[in-house]
């Protein structure tokens, strides 16, 4: 018996042995074996990235690599919180704390990027693209090339075929560089023009560069009428537009007239696609597709090679092409959005900000002090359905006589909107952003 | 002896069985225990960078995360050979490929970082600083500009004291922003001026603005005796100088004479730094620096407030701010230069430079048909001793009188340099350019 007992103990000492070392050779196999998965020089950077994400901001605010914040006195990445939040985890609610809605700042899709964390992160090595150049001879990725033509592709908004494309710090970059190749060589100096309400920028930018080759002229509606044919005319066509989100047109005519498309909001999130867009300047830009603002990644599609070369001349000059990490990014953003035919988010992003805007123009549609802009429901081609209204900017009028300064209106309330750039023939109205606003609504 | 026997196999068993249990739980440990160690969503995009850098080009070439290259269709990453290198592993030598010295990219300091592999990786996750801003209300990363400030004390080559800090799209942006700034309401245009041989950027930048602010008015020579003292001058002064390494001070003098710094090479790898430079504006470009030129990433100092506001208006408006990719991988970056007080860095630099050099020299002083510009050893305050000359250019003089295009002169031996922008008093010369030459000397 003494026997047995010992042998079944033996026995059972060999059976968890046997066990034991099977364990062993798998956990070996775990530990060493994947050789493929064993990363060696990017192992901290992944960690540090993973650390920064990983520290909570109560909801209210955001860590980053490169963030100093609350109490932080070695740099060491901390919270960094969103208006009218405060306190190392942006946990406290500041008193008295206006909404701020004048930013254009495309925060919506910030947590689509987050849901989408493994495949959108990029590591960028030490040693990745110093050169000047990124392929022989040029300072533009022609794999972010590739990538741009089969989104206008795939998303049926402008005809991408046939088209030269230059790159842009920004669309913002690119805005004066179209100026400069259309007025180049004109015999008078040519009107830059746009029609009210428009967007800002293309006023001051082409006022600070005071060129002689070109001046700021205001409105459109100053000059369709007139009848000097010789005039040379610049327009900013920016469809849909901003702030007010409608279609548009070039407004002047004549052999001396040309256009710049702006088409930073023409995407399925924005606004029904109804057609491909197919115009000597198209201009685009990563801020209002993906949200990435911070990236200064624009492009234009040109026609004419004359005016690409020019402005590719335009962007050697001014700032010796564009930054490599925002091309290398950009690009695996693009990939992600590629995935499933764009489908997610533009899905994603129109959900969103159509959500935001039914909940604003029912709240508005009750009162007589405020209306909004009126857009109807539109087939999108790329939706394949009717959809609702979800434009970038809500466009505010102030209809009582007594408000005529409907920003400071607004203001009053805790709103803080931008007053428009021009008073279009009644009264005075406001630019108030609403989709960009942090604050929910 | 049985029960000695099977004691004894128990024990050894036993004992086999301890090891294995010990193993067991080490694997364990290795295996799952390392929690901190684990990644997520950063995996595959270190994996990515990983296998990307363990291609191999035959040290010829070199593949990137977001390249095409030979052979591959799907557009999967691949060699990228450098000039005069092809195949698919840029094995083969080109036959008759000439070595092409003209371009100003700084890859002499790409070993440096391959070297740093694990210190200088940025991980970039998805919804990295989207924002148009990065602190509130500001484009520039606070983080960043703290160790610019630390870099230039640390190197002792300029007093950023009490100055602004303002970034660029590469040095090149703050060029015309510099001019912008300094010709703002002048009562009559300013005339922007450089003493020959100069950077050709200069011109070619001021005179596709147009400005009704300003005009290219060429070499200083012309105007150093004017006698109207009325005349607005922006002079641009380089100094070390682009391309002949040696010091400069302004030429023109007056009430209304204005100077922007181009310090874009004094740096201890190009230059003894005798002394701490202390201007109203001096510009510096991470290109120069660290050899990050695709990130296109500048500096300026600036004293006067005035001119600081300008220049950030300017900066705004032209392109709203710098790529948030780029900042945050110069900030990584400059943590590496900082390390060991910046020796590591500079004194890398400085060894293959003047090693270059020393080559070069040595080969040109048998020459009676070629001369090179004379610098002599100077005593260093960062190295503190005397360095050998080690300058970013080669300027060489065609000293034979039939030899009078000097380029066309070496482009028949195979080597392809940069004319002189202009013929400075006597005879054609060449501007070669020498250190960033991919081919060895």
Same mark, same amino acid.
């Not at 050789?35 to 990983?54: G, M």
């Not at 327009?235 to 849909?240: A, I, K, R, W």
């Given at each position: 018996m003494g026997n047995k007992t010992q042998g079944s103990s033996s026995k059972c000492l060999f059976f968890f042995f046997s066990g034991s070392l099977s364990l062993n050779l798998l956990l070996l196999y775990l530990s060493f074996g994947?050789?493929?998965?064993?990363?060696?020089?990017?192992?901290?950077?992944?960690?540090? *990235? %993973?650390?920064? +994400?990983?520290?909570?901001?109560?909801? @209210?605010?955001?860590?980053?690599?490169?963030?100093? #914040?609350?109490?932080s006195s070695q740099g060491e990445p901390a919270c960094e919180c969103y208006?009218?939040?405060?306190?190392?985890?942006?946990?406290?609610?500041?008193?008295?704390?206006?909404?701020?809605?004048?930013s254009g700042d495309p925060l919506f899709l910030?947590?689509?990027?987050?849901?989408? *964390? %493994?495949?959108? +992160?990029?590591?960028?090595?030490?040693? @990745?693209?110093?050169?000047?150049?990124?392929?022989? #001879?040029?300072?533009?990725?022609?794999?972010?090339?590739?990538?741009i033509r089969k989104l206008h592709s795939v998303i049926g908004n402008a005809n991408e075929t046939g088209k030269f494309i230059l790159f842009g710090v920004g669309s913002t970059q690119l805005l004066n560089a179209a100026v400069h190749a259309l007025s180049y060589k004109t015999l008078s100096p040519a009107y830059v023009v746009a029609t009210a309400p428009y967007y800002g920028a293309y006023e001051?930018?082409?006022?600070?560069?005071?060129?002689e080759d070109y001046e700021w002229a205001g409105d459109t509606f100053q000059w369709k009428n007139t009848s000097d044919s010789s005039l040379n005319f610049v327009?900013?066509?920016?469809?849909?537009n901003n702030p007010d989100g409608l279609p548009r047109h070039p407004v002047i005519q004549g052999p001396f007239a040309k256009a710049i498309h702006d088409h930073a909001y023409y995407w399925p999130h924005f606004t029904a696609i109804p057609s491909m867009v197919d115009e000597e300047i198209m201009l685009f830009t990563l801020s209002k597709i993906t949200g990435h603002a911070g990236t200064?990644?624009?492009?234009?599609?040109?026609?004419?090679?004359?005016?690409?070369?020019?402005?590719?001349?335009?962007?050697?000059?001014?700032t010796i092409g564009f930054s490599h990490e925002s091309q290398l990014?950009?690009?695996?953003?693009?990939?992600?959005?590629?995935?499933?035919?764009?489908?997610?988010?533009?899905?994603?992003?129109y959900t969103t900000l159509s959500d935001r805007w039914r909940k604003l123009s029912t709240s508005l549609s009750l009162s007589k002090r405020f209306s909004l802009q009126k857009i109807a429901p539109q087939y999108c081609n790329f939706f394949q359905r009717i959809r609702e209204p979800s434009p970038g900017y809500a466009w505010l009028k102030c209809e009582m006589e007594e408000d005529?300064?409907?920003?400071?209106?607004?203001?009053?309330?805790?709103?803080?909107?931008?007053?428009?750039?021009?008073?279009?023939?009644?009264?005075?109205?406001?630019?108030?952003?609403?989709?960009?606003?942090?604050?929910?609504?």
């Open positions: 994947r050789q493929s998965d064993r990363l060696t020089w990017t192992r901290t950077a992944a960690l540090e *990235a %993973e650390a920064v +994400a990983s520290l909570s901001c109560s909801g @209210h605010g955001r860590a980053f690599l490169d963030g100093i #914040g609350f109490g208006g009218c939040y405060g306190g190392s985890d942006c946990s406290e609610l500041l008193p008295d704390c206006p909404a701020d809605a004048d910030e947590p689509f990027w987050m849901q989408r *964390a %493994e495949s959108s +992160a990029v590591m960028v090595s030490g040693w @990745h693209r110093m050169s000047y150049q990124i392929t022989k #001879g040029t300072m533009l990725s022609i794999e972010l090339e590739k990538h001051t930018q082409t006022k600070l560069f005071n060129s327009e900013f066509v920016t469809s849909p200064r990644f624009g492009w234009a599609l040109i026609k004419d090679e004359e005016v690409y070369n020019r402005m590719l001349k335009y962007t050697a000059t001014n990014r950009a690009l695996k953003l693009l990939k992600v959005v590629l995935q499933r035919g764009g489908r997610d988010m533009f899905q994603f992003g005529e300064d409907c920003e400071r209106v607004l203001s009053g309330a805790g709103i803080i909107g931008r007053a428009a750039n021009v008073i279009p023939r009644a009264r005075m109205i406001l630019r108030a952003k609403l989709q960009f606003s942090v604050a929910s609504l």
